[in-house]
């Protein structure tokens, strides 16, 4: 079966430096996407990764490992509107998106 | 510039009743159109896609339906709503052309049935 794993919730300070990980068992892979959802709004594209290595995008670079399968999304300087569900996805060998749960980082003060 | 419009935002149904979801696309031409439901705690679980008009594929055997009766209209239908059926339901696109795949996202529907 196809599965993506993240961990249910992070907190962290504003501020300070987090790292959200996602492991991945899927049948092919052409791409990992990470998405920022806020509550009650829709995911928002933040990142995607096709080869290995860190792609930096402005506050919300990614990192991938295809050979681990694994990637993550280190957010710098957390703020308050960081806090959000980060959605981890895979597109596999029929472009399908197989998507994480989610994880809810909460940020306080 | 593209744009992704879905409505009601949100709606409160009584079990048994029909469903009515509507999608509309901007500024773009033939995209690949989806239904997800988010379930709380659970990823994003496709329903429905379509690569054209009329040409729907269902991922989960359901008792809802999707139709797109015109290039850029995707609609999300029940004739009889279950409990199970509660949830946030997105509307999202993708170009045919791009093989990354990204989604754009409509802003959501959150129906509760009840």
């Known amino acids: 079966g196809q599965n993506i794993d993240q961990p249910t919730e992070m907190t962290a300070t504003e501020g300070a430096i987090v790292q959200i990980n996602c492991t991945y068992q899927t049948s092919g892979f052409n791409g990992l996407f990470w998405y920022q959802q806020h509550a009650g709004e829709a995911p928002t594209f933040l990142s995607y990764n096709v080869l290995d290595g860190l792609e930096e995008k402005g506050r919300f670079s990614s990192f991938l490992s295809r050979s681990k399968g694994y990637s993550y999304l280190p957010l710098k300087e957390l703020q308050m509107k960081d806090s959000a569900s980060y959605l981890c996805a895979v597109l596999d060998s029929n472009y399908q998106l197989i998507w994480g749960a989610g994880t809810k980082l909460i940020i306080k003060p | 510039s593209q744009t992704i419009h879905q409505w009601p935002a949100t709606l409160v149904q009584p079990v048994g009743s029909p469903l009515s979801l509507e999608c509309t696309v901007e500024?773009?031409?033939?995209?690949?159109l989806y239904w997800y439901r988010q379930a709380a705690g659970r990823g994003l679980q496709l329903l429905f896609y379509?690569?054209?008009?009329?040409?729907i594929s269902s991922e989960v055997p359901q008792n809802l339906s999707a139709s797109r009766p015109q290039d850029r209209q995707f609609i999300l239908s029940s004739k009889k709503l279950l409990l199970s059926d509660s949830g946030f339901y997105l509307c999202a696109w993708s170009e045919v052309a791009e093989d990354t795949g990204e989604l754009f996202f409509g802003e959501g529907s959150r129906l509760t049935v009840l």
């Open positions: 500024g773009t031409s033939n995209p690949n």
């Open positions: 379509s690569v054209g008009i009329g040409q």
